[in-house]
């Protein structure tokens, strides 16, 4: 068992990461309070089951797996599904499952009655290395992935590694894109361990990208300035992303968009393999044009300058301010 601690003022909170975690909740959750599970029709029964023999579920909002449901429509019913179980200012929402459901739950609590509290217990790689960690909450509009969002700290985050045994392996990859992302931003324990041929089990994986997250996200709560090297490859990434409709997973986007930044640097034959080991893609098939339609649209645009972000050598990152355009020629 591993707890990383996350002193964020006046919203502090634990990050738990335990094999068979899930069957113990009610050690990390109070058991005095009410709480609601949402998730998604993917997610194995024997969890809810698990939490539900715990502590005191008052229902349960199933939605549909994968991006789409990170959507204006789909907050809205989650709203009204909680008014319809007559959920008041203290319940507690449970976001149980991948990234989606983290993102969406997450948006929901931050409005739902001006805001209550929720916990996430991420089931992927992906949300248990990533975006499950730093408050990030977010649906997707029509022209742009987590288009509206919010900052929304959770109570707790509970992470089994055993819910992996069921993950596709496709999205195992695809969370090991942002771990490898970590690594490289950070260029000391997890990147030379990924490198190396030992065997490194996934907890530590886990722990040490966390790690890595938890003290940038520290400095930087708000993603005003340092925090957004944890963007890098993302800027392409997220076109690629939305120019496929989602197909291309968000590990798989940034992955092209790692690669693609990285160009005359000297890792990118180091992080080629990286990506070749987990099955991750380097290359896209649209037009310039295509992708450069999202880009016009990033969050971090200001007086037609974008934020690019590189990483110079393993953990020495660099954010720079650069005119939109300059973005094509890496693409
Ligand atoms: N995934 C980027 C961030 O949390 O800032």
Redesign the pocket.
Known sequence: MKIINVPIKNNEYQINIGKGLIKGVSKYLDTKRNYIIITDSNIPKEYIADISSKINIKGTVVFPPGESTKSFENAEKGVNELHKLQANKDIVLIALGGGVIGDLTGFIASIYLRGVDFVQIPTSLLAQV??S??G?VAINTQYMKNGVGNFKQPLCVLIDPNTLETLPKRHYNNGMGEVIKHALIDGKELYKGLIGNEYYPIEEIIYQSILI?REI?LKDVF?NNI?NI??FG?TIGHAIEQQSNYEILHGEAISIGMYLMSKNTSYRDTLELLLNKFSLPKSYDYSVDSLMKFIVLDKKIVNNQINKITIKEPGNPLIERVKIGSIKEYL
């Open positions: 990533d975006s960690i730093g990030k997250k996200v993603d925090r944890l963007n993302h």
